[in-house]
């Protein structure tokens, strides 16, 4: 029987599972040691982590339908709209890209290739409860359909994250549009449009300023450079005025283009708006409770160990004022939260040095300062950046262009050349990126990228074989093997 409402007690599942005894509230004065209002990454990370540590843990759910009635169950952003759709979808368009360079590798290809959206897509249907703060130590649920009851626990997690923003200002905006959810500025956006352009669809990108704002500028124009070439056509310095549906069904959108002044206007199926994230904080009755939040951003003020203003209720994740808008982060500082929670533990999280990587159709990963953050931060005289062009072995036979594949490397100029940031354009950036972020918890060093021996033949090895500066204006194209 489907609940009309849930609330996941994971200590007694764990105990289910397990053959011992559910948990008890260690104090005796409250229903629940943790009570976790919000189940996506962190937040079910949090309270499995607890549940497994014997804390007595409830956990409440609720998604608000989209503009479009659309909505999700359990799991958050990530794994119903967000990371996992996102990468399944990237993965699409590759093969679609695997499938062309195949003939020039003597696959026979019989007719013409095509893309079935309907086959690869699929929903998820699920019933939950919202959760709001009564006060310090307790939380109020209610159904969909307005039932209601309180739950009352020692410590709070709140972990609803954002949703995404439409641009109100725009008539027909939210009319017209749908959304996507964005982690950092325009990553998504870039991220969509290169999976509709490999699909086959004709895509459109409007740029208000630059792109991957927030990440090193120079990968960021490789990353369009190649979008381009691909097929995705940009309207770059130009933001949206107006959309209005046509009687054909066609939606017709005007925009300003910054730089002439002039309106301009096109016909589109589908727009698409991928413009940020608001977070989930407005019914959530935090005055109720003292909880401080950032009255620019709406995200709760947290200290370094999750905690908010009031002592017993923490915030991790996206909701989380200054904390990086990603899933691995949520879940690690959900689980180090929890063994604190639960006094198994002390360490807090490091938010330094987070790998990231955008899923464009050229793949770009980066872990560390860009060049421009660490020319402000240390000084341009004070850093030295290796780089290098190359071109990675699958690129060979299929003819690809290769000009956007690049590595560059930040390092302090003195001392022992401790590395302060490493980027990284091509084929499975993410998975070359990850291996190297263990260096940077290790202090890395530019002589410890050297000593590294490569494996052969991977683009992943160029990054051991760095050696031109920018400094020195030679000729960063790498050649042979």
Known sequence: MVPLFLTITLSEQWAAMTGTQGA????????????????????????????????????????????????????????????IPKKLMHQAALLGSAVKDGQKYGWKIPGPVSHDWIHVIRGVKYLNMKGSLVDEHTVRGVTPKGKEMQLTARDIVIATGGRPKYPTHVPGAVEYGITMSVCT??????????????????TTVMVRSIGLRGFDQQMAGL????????????AWKCVPKKVEKLPSGTLQVTWTDMLSKRDECDTFDTVLWAVGRAPETQHLGLEKAGVQINQETGKIVVGPDEATSVPNIYAIGDISQGRPELTPTAIKAGKLLARRLARQA?????????PTTVFTPLEYSCVGLSEQEAELRHGKDAIEVFHAFYKPLEFTVAERDA??????????????????????????AGEVTQGFALGFQCGATYPHLLNTVGIHPTS???LTKVHITKRSGLDATVTGC
């Open 403 to 428: 000009s956007q594949c690049y590595i560059k490397v930040v390092c302090l100029r003195g001392g022992d050349q401790r590395i302060l940031g490493m980027h990284f354009t091509g084929p499975n």
């Open 223 to 234: 990353v369009t450079d190649y979008m381009e070439a691909y097929g995705t056509k940009f």
């Open 185 to 202: 500025t325009e990553n998504v956006a870039l991220e969509c449009a290169g999976f509709l352009t490999g699909v086959g669809l004709d």
């Open 24 to 83: 008890v509230c260690g104090d005796g004065l409250y229903d629940y040691d943790i009570v976790v209002i919000g189940g996506g990454s962190g937040g079910l990370a949090c309270s499995k982590e607890a549940a497994q540590l014997g804390k007595k843990v409830a956990v409440l759910d609720y998604v608000e339908p989209s503009a479009k009635g659309t909505k999700w169950g359990l799991g958050g952003t990530c794994v119903n709209v967000g990371c």
């Open 346 to 354: 002390s360490e807090f999280m490091n938010y330094d040095n987070v």
């Open 460 to 462: 992943a090895e160029e």
